[in-house]
């Protein structure tokens, strides 16, 4: 990646360009709840259709715009076990029990719960490397815990305030996309994100498959219907990975990750205006609370790099 030879948040087309990434993100999860919701499509079927198209233009984009060989990878058994882990137990892991939390909440709920991930990556890297957190970093994982709890019960211990299947789908959607941001570090400096996440896509969609084939669907077709799948599959896949990728040659990964929050807000914003989702003074609440961690993570983190004069490794959804 080109390093940023600018001031932090001055450049005001890698700004555009993440938060546009952000943004379409969001709105893509919105997009699937009005699917699931109120045109009785499934989760797999979008996921599996979602897969095996992005990861073939992924791959098309890999070749053509970034000039790769992009059968080389499989010339190496230890890169295909990294790549066929990552593609199963991360890639379709995280899109599958992202659109299943959705299914079972809404798009808001969904996307902060999985914002959880910065926080379960922190306290794996500190279990592993033994080392005892300072007093911000106790802060940040107090705030993802309060946050959580807001979110989920409105702040009353007495019931949730989402179904008990709409919390562990959330839950473990911040734990595959915890897995699928550390699992695959050594494959993305050697090979980079295009083709890494190309093939894992294809190599998801393709396993998945197996489970729910693309030619067993449930819901509505109508023109409504199949812009919003092309919406999901181009806007919300393909083009925000590009913006994401673009984003890295004018920020630095700190800022990118910042910027990205974006995300759960235009999640959050869009279910509320569009979908009519009731999201009260608690939800927002914890919205901040678990937006915050991730903010105060990002900054420690750039902190210690910037200390010990290493450039973040910067990685692309």
Known sequence: MIESKIRPFENPKGILLVLSAATLWGISGAVAQYLFHQKGFTP????????????????????????????????????????????????????YTYFAAINHSNAATATILQYLAPMLIFCYSAIRTKSFPSAKEIFAVFLALLGTFLLVTQGSIQSLSISGLAFFWGLSSALALAFYTLQPINLLSRWGSALITGWGMLIGGISFSFIHPPWVFQGQWSLDTFLAVTFIVIFGTVITFYFYLESLRYNTATETSLLACAEPLAAALIAVIWLKVPFGISEWLGTFCILSTIIILSLIKNKELINKDKKPLEIGY
Do not use: H, M, P
């Not at 079927?45 to 060989?69: C, M, P, Q, T, Y």
């Not at 790549?83 to 892991?93: K, N, R």
């Open 44 to 95: 797999e079927w979008l996921v599996v259709i979602r897969l095996l198209i992005s990861g073939i233009l992924l791959l098309f984009f890999a070749k053509i715009k970034e000039n790769l060989n992009i059968w080389d990878i499989w010339k190496n058994k230890n890169d295909i076990t990294s790549l066929i882990l990552y593609s199963i137990f991360g890639i379709l892991a995280v899109q």
